[in-house]
Nanobody, 123 residues
């Protein structure tokens, strides 16, 4: 059983930056592809970004390409989402996920979810 705990959310002005972290425990972190998803009020959860187990491959949904980067530190069992040039439409609860078969369109399998961290972007 893998536990995922997100942190780093908060309030930021449009154009600003935030870095989200997700700390994993209870499993073999390096065996999972890691992803970030988000859910805005009244909308379905959507894929944001993912990274391969080695960190050598990264994937992003089109709306965040060029603004967000994802990285991982397998020694610290942590995955990060650096969000730059934030827009009001980026406002959502951001969820960390551990899974498999990720691409620019999402992850085919999500085995574990975190509880989420709220990102609010003011205009």
């Amino acid at each position: 059983q893998v536990q995922l705990v997100e942190s780093g959310g908060g309030l930021v002005q449009a154009g600003g930056s935030l870095r989200l972290s997700c700390a994993a425990s209870g499993g073999t972190f390096s065996s999972y592809e890691m992803g970030w998803f988000r859910q805005a009020p009244g909308k379905e959860r959507e894929f944001v970004a993912a990274i391969s187990w080695s960190g050598g491959s990264t994937y992003f949904t089109d709306s965040v390409k060029g603004r967000f980067t994802i990285s991982r530190d397998n020694a610290k069992n942590t995955v990060y989402l650096q969000m730059n040039s934030l827009k009001p439409e980026d406002r959502a609860v951001y969820y960390c996920a551990a899974g498999y078969s990720c691409s620019n369109y999402g992850c085919h399998t999500v085995a574990y979810w975190g509880k989420g961290t709220l990102v609010t972007v003011s205009s």
